[in-house]
């Protein structure tokens, strides 16, 4: 966002003027984040439950956000935008598409797959009431290649990708099949996702600290 707002105003200035300020920028800016490599907060509650499909409380949604990621996400106007993954709409309206993105892999180092986004698709589906009715409209729900599935539907159903988008309580977190495979009513045992932070299973203090 900084980079983009020094652009902008570049094109309004002379182009020597316009270099040193850019060049001045992305120092302030690189030495910013490269200072900032430690986060220390306190949040609204205490951190107790990490499965963050299973639970709909607002601090494990949050947690969740933090070590798994969502194939869509939303920009500031909450629109859906590609995340892990892009996707394509047939014609009729009824074949929904996804491909990832490539060279995602997950914590633990394995590779993402199609296979690990359609179990968790399916584990997502048993606890959000959206994900709920998406599944009762669908005709198919498989794998087509390592890096792509498809989602058939016997007649259009509009919210599909504002569903799969959106940053509710129970948002459709992405994770390795076999958590994702794990039987009905059971917490994951392991904190894997793909997301910005690996959860450290060895310093976890219920409700106490999280690293």
Not at 28 to 44: G, R, Y
Not at 113 to 127: K, N
Not at 158 to 173: Q, T
Request: overall charge negative; hydrophobic content about 45%; charged content about 20%.
């Amino acid at each position: 966002m900084l980079m983009s707002t020094v652009l902008r105003k570049a094109r309004d200035l002379p182009r020597s003027i316009a270099i040193l300020g850019l060049a001045g920028s992305l120092a302030l800016a690189t030495t910013a984040a490269s200072a900032q490599t430690t986060v220390n907060a306190v949040m609204h509650s205490a951190l107790r439950i990490l499965d963050p499909v299973a639970s709909s409380a607002t601090i494990v949604r949050n947690h969740g956000y933090m070590v798994f990621d969502t194939l869509l996400g939303v920009n500031e106007a909450l629109e859906p935008q590609p995340q892990m993954a892009d996707w394509a709409i047939s014609d009729d309206g009824l074949t929904y598409t996804f491909t990832l993105r490539d060279g995602l892999t997950w914590h633990d180092g394995e590779s993402v797959t199609a296979a690990d986004c359609v179990a968790s698709l399916r584990r997502w589906a048993q606890y959000d009431a959206g994900g709920q009715l998406l599944m009762a409209r669908i005709n198919r729900l498989e794998v087509l290649d390592e890096e792509s599935f498809v989602l058939e539907f016997a007649s259009p159903f509009n919210g599909v990708i504002d569903l799969l988008a959106k940053p509710s309580a129970v948002p459709a977190f992405m994770m390795p099949e076999r958590l994702a495979s794990i039987p009905d009513g059971e917490m994951i045992p392991e904190q894997i996702g793909s997301g910005p932070f690996r959860f450290v299973a060895e310093e976890f203090q219920p409700g106490n600290r999280v690293v």
